[in-house]
């Protein structure tokens, strides 16, 4: 079987956009869904409604693939499950190493959708002594000090790091040295690679502060329509004078109408 080691993605070769890459999962995932419900075709509508997108923008993307699809019929969903699969790389198998068990990493061990997905956890990596030898999803935890030669044995190209944030950094310089390619970060820190070695940054934290803004933002919706639906109307806007420009005045601070505008802060 081959490994991650013998065969990179040919998007970039290909010219296909990242946003284009980053959105090929989506349709995917809900072709995969059609397919085990024995769906043979899908129109584009209704394939862009279950992956989220417009259908404008998934012909578009389909057609970096160079896959059309039919008037009247629609896209082959078996062939496109094929199509997209063979773009991202997933015909073949992709060893992956964890770097970190605590909490998130035994989490993402025991995850099942990296096997269904063309991603077999070659090792389960810690610096924690007491670890080693430990099962966790069924695969012994190595300590850190056989990273390098986990990687090399298993020809892994793909590294996921679950470790604190102070470690992270020295994680991914081992890792690099040691052949890793491509990098999936779930400490909440910003890495510094090389050229030639992608990162995939995951930040829960972040997401979920995104999630509270617009919670925030619906929240004062509203709290402001039963006010305008009981015709509060706000007040006037208060004129001012402008300061007469005498000795002393400080035109530099004067508005183009006179008046002095308003300093907001940074």
């Known amino acids: 079987m081959a490994t991650g080691r013998t065969h990179r993605p040919a998007t970039r070769s290909r010219g296909i956009p990242e946003a284009t890459v980053a959105r090929l999962p989506l349709y995917l995932r809900a072709l995969t869904a059609l397919s085990e419900r024995s769906v ?28 059309y699809g039919t008037r009247g019929v629609g896209y082959d969903v078996e062939y496109l499950v094929y199509q997209i699969s063979r773009e991202l790389g997933l015909t073949q198998d992709w060893p992956v190493v964890i770097v970190g068990i605590g909490n998130l990493g035994a989490a993402l061990a025991n995850y099942g959708g990296f096997a269904s997905r063309g991603f077999r956890v070659a090792a389960l990596i810690d610096a924690d002594p007491g670890m080693a030898g430990k099962p966790v999803a069924g695969i012994p935890v190595q300590h850190t000090d056989e990273l390098e030669k986990i990687i090399t044995e298993n020809g892994v190209s793909i590294g996921v790091i679950a470790t604190p944030a102070g470690a992270a950094q020295q994680v991914c ?5 040691a052949g890793i390619t491509s990098i999936l970060n779930f400490a909440p820190t910003v890495l510094t690679v090389p050229d030639g070695v992608d990162v995939r940054k995951v930040d829960l934290s972040i997401e979920l502060q995104i999630l509270a803004f617009h919670e925030q933002r619906k929240a004062g919706e509203e709290v402001a329509a039963p006010e305008e639906a ?30 002095v505008p308003a300093v907001m802060p940074a």
Do not use: C, I, W
């Not at 404008?56 to 993307?61: I, S």
């Not at 015709?231 to 508005?255: K, L, T």
């Open 173 to 177: 310089d081992r890792l690099v040295a």
């Open 40 to 67: 043979p075709t899908v129109s584009s509508e209704e394939l862009a409604t279950a992956a989220g997108v417009n259908s404008a923008k998934l012909r578009k993307d389909f057609s970096y693939l160079g896959s």
């Open 230 to 259: 009981a015709g509060a109307v706000p007040p006037p806007p208060v004129a001012h004078r402008a300061p007469s420009a005498g000795p002393g005045a400080d035109s530099g601070r004067q508005g183009p109408d006179g008046d």
